[in-house]
């Protein structure tokens, strides 16, 4: 709770509009206030996969951070062996821009990845 009395920490939490039953969260994971920039990162339940939530809770969180924070650029990114994420990105308006080579090493397979970002202006 301490984290939301600084200006600049954004954390959701995505609930079912139905019953609010949590079912993941949205967060801004860096922020320049120089560069006004942002990078947003997420983590869903698996059952709630590929269901359309993601897309739009990042809609949302993009539309807020450029219309209400005023950022100039929206960043996220992924490994590169978890494409659905990359669609989520895509979907939410969001267009590629590069891919870092080798860049992780998946906690999973314990072999490298690159990271591929995505990002969004003004």
């Known amino acids: 709770m301490e984290s939301y009395k600084k200006e600049f ?3 959701w939490v995505v609930v079912l509009k ?3 039953d949590p079912i993941g969260e949205i967060s801004c994971v860096k922020f ?3 560069h006004r920039l942002c990078e947003i990162g997420y983590c869903y339940g698996s059952k709630f996969w590929k269901q359309g939530y993601g897309t739009e809770a990042l809609k949302a969180v993009i539309g807020y951070m450029l219309n209400n924070v005023q950022v100039d650029i929206v960043i996220a990114c992924h490994i590169e062996s978890n494409a659905t994420s990359g669609n989520i990105m895509k979907k939410a ?3 590629f821009d590069a891919v870092l080579s080798n860049y992780f090493v998946n906690k999973e397979t314990e072999k490298r990845e690159g990271q591929v ?3 969004i202006m003004r």
Do not use: C, L, Q
């Open 9 to 11: 920490f954004f954390d």
């Open 18 to 20: 139905e019953n609010n």
């Open 32 to 34: 320049s206030e120089g």
């Open 93 to 95: 308006g969001m267009k």
């Open 117 to 119: 970002f995505y990002s």
